[in-house]
């Protein structure tokens, strides 16, 4: 178990456990964080789980693929460099302490 | 006395009406009836990783157990609903006993259409409709060598591209002349049965199953209407639902054709604090190619939309359901994404090349972009979602152009 902090729309931190192997969305969804939608459940077709990752855990990631590149240039809220799709994010013990934050719209 | 919130079906919809119900701020009682043992699940596994074993049942709930204690939401699981009495605002339960509702909510979905054919109670047929369906179907596959799946739909296609993926030998059989003759354009039927097709399964379309044929009271194999035998040990039936909405009916809730509870665009239904979403209503669509005509989507977002639309009607600030419908399926590691409702008349203009990996299909309809088809596109799909929702007008000749910036016809 690994444990990994959302910073919400408010402002506020939420801190869940993460199970090894989980998405970041999936980690998200099962502990009700609002503002992570994770509408396709998490086969990278709808682009409603963009997170921004912090800056300090960006190189901890491996790059994002293909399809989710070609994803985020469609995602509601602006694009940022640390702009990911939280269901293509496999949480590890690499990963423990990861933070991202919500943004303010997914569609 | 406070009655509850009663929402009958405990799946997308049912569960979202609850959730936005208590993101708007409604503070009253929230009783959630659901008729399988599962709290709710994601379904769109079910035909898909869950088949092919990439994904897990743990994978599969919607919210944490603990969601429901949060949000103030009893759910009941295990609890079919039999009856109403729209008068007394009043739930007949199987057990027997009443429930009374304040405002009600029908969210019971569909079951899988059964098969009505000699033999469809041989042991070895299935359907995939719920969880248990699916995990009911996986042990059936585990000793399965040629499994005959009987309708060339999105669901029979998805489980023979997932059986196939397994080393399965697959046959796919769709009384109609292509695959997804309802739902998407000659074209991409095409592309789609030449993917099956290069993945090794068996297609037979414009064939109807006479008969399942068994031995020692397990299915060995299908009759066809030309005389064709398939043998196989499994059969997989996917033609389409029936809504469960017979308990609901005899009350007099008015319903189309198929069964299917009529709302409006907010989801209230003819009578009054009763309303319905997702597979067992019909909604009007102003997407739809007849606008007027209620339709049903059978979709995860519809069921979402519809959901929403009821929760905006509880806090008294109605916001009626009017998006881009959306849809998308995986077969083979392709991903094919659906915006917006096509009609057999449209101009469907291809950008890209079916040769490469990825394209779209346009269907034009007056001139604006009414519908938008995408192989492998996710991006050029979530930019369709907004060209049919702005009706963007094109012509043919510049969505063929893979050079022209389409977003520009957001923007006039």
């Known amino acids: 178990m690994s444990v990994i902090h959302f910073i919400l729309k408010d402002g506020s931190t939420r801190t869940l456990q993460a199970r090894h192997g989980a998405s970041v969305m999936e980690i998200a ?7 992570i939608a994770g509408e396709c459940g998490g086969s990278c077709a709808c682009a409603t789980c963009h997170v921004y990752v912090a800056d300090a855990d960006v190189d901890r990631l491996a790059p994002p693929d293909d399809m989710e590149t070609d994803m985020l240039s469609a995602v509601a809220a602006e694009r940022l460099a640390c702009s990911r799709l939280a269901c293509q994010i496999a949480m590890s013990a690499e990963l423990d302490g990861l933070t991202v934050r919500v943004p303010h719209t997914q569609s | ?32 009836l659901g008729d399988e043992a599962h709290a709710p699940y994601q379904r769109p596994p079910l035909s898909k990783g869950l088949l092919s074993g990439k994904t897990a049942p743990g994978q599969l709930p919607l919210r944490a157990p603990s ?25 007949g339960l199987a057990d027997g006993s009443a429930l009374r509702y304040g405002v009600l909510a029908i969210t019971t979905g569909a079951r ?6 000699p033999g469809a109670d041989l042991a070895g047929v299935h359907a995939l409709r719920t969880l248990d369906d699916a995990l009911a179907l996986i042990a059936a596959t ?8 009987i309708g060339g739909g999105f669901i029979g296609l998805e489980v023979a591209a997932a059986l196939a993926e397994r080393g399965i030998a697959v046959s796919v059989i769709e009384a109609q002349p292509r695959l997804l003759a309802r739902s998407v354009p000659p074209l991409l039927s095409a592309y789609i049965a030449e993917l099956h097709r290069t993945r090794g399964v068996e297609l037979l379309c414009g064939r109807q199953v006479r008969e399942l044929r068994g031995w020692q009271g397990r299915v060995c194999g299908v009759g066809l209407d030309d005389g064709t035998a398939i043998e196989c040990d499994l059969v997989v039936a996917g033609i389409g639902v029936l809504p469960n909405t017979e308990w609901a009916l005899q009350a007099g809730l008015p319903a189309d054709a198929a069964g299917r509870i009529m709302v409006d665009t907010l989801g209230r239904t003819a009578a009054s604090d009763v309303f319905a979403a997702g597979d067992c209503a019909a909604m009007p669509s102003p997407h739809a190619p007849q606008p007027d005509q209620p339709v049903c989507l059978e979709s995860i977002q519809a069921a979402n939309d519809g959901a929403r639309a009821i929760a905006s009607c509880l806090v008294g600030r109605p916001l009626p359901c009017g998006a881009v ?3 998308w399926s995986d077969q083979h590691g392709v991903r094919l994404q659906m915006a917006g409702l096509p009609a057999a008349d449209d101009e469907v203009v291809l950008r890209g090349r079916t040769a490469d990996k990825g394209f779209s ?24 979602r907004k060209l049919v929702a702005a009706r963007a007008q094109v012509d043919a000749h510049s969505v063929a152009d893979l050079s022209f910036d389409l977003a520009r016809t957001l923007d006039p």
């Open chain 1, 29 to 35: 969804v099962l502990g009700n964080v609002p503002g």
């Open chain 2, 1 to 32: 006395m406070n009655a509850p919130l009663t929402i009958v079906g405990a799946s997308y919809a049912g569960l979202q009406i609850a959730a936005s119900a208590r993101e708007l701020g409604y503070d009253g009682p929230i009783v959630m």
């Open chain 2, 67 to 91: 969601f429901y204690d949060e949000q103030r939401i009893e759910l009941r699981l295990g609890c079919r609903v039999e009856s109403l009495d729209i008068g007394q605002r009043s739930l």
């Open chain 2, 112 to 117: 899988a259409r059964p098969l009505a054919l």
């Open chain 2, 142 to 149: 585990e000793r399965a060598q040629r499994v005959a799946v």
């Open chain 2, 325 to 327: 419908p959306w849809f």
């Open chain 2, 361 to 384: 299909l346009f269907m034009l309809r007056a001139g604006r972009i009414a519908a938008v088809h995408s192989v492998n596109r996710p991006a050029e799909h979530l930019l369709a």
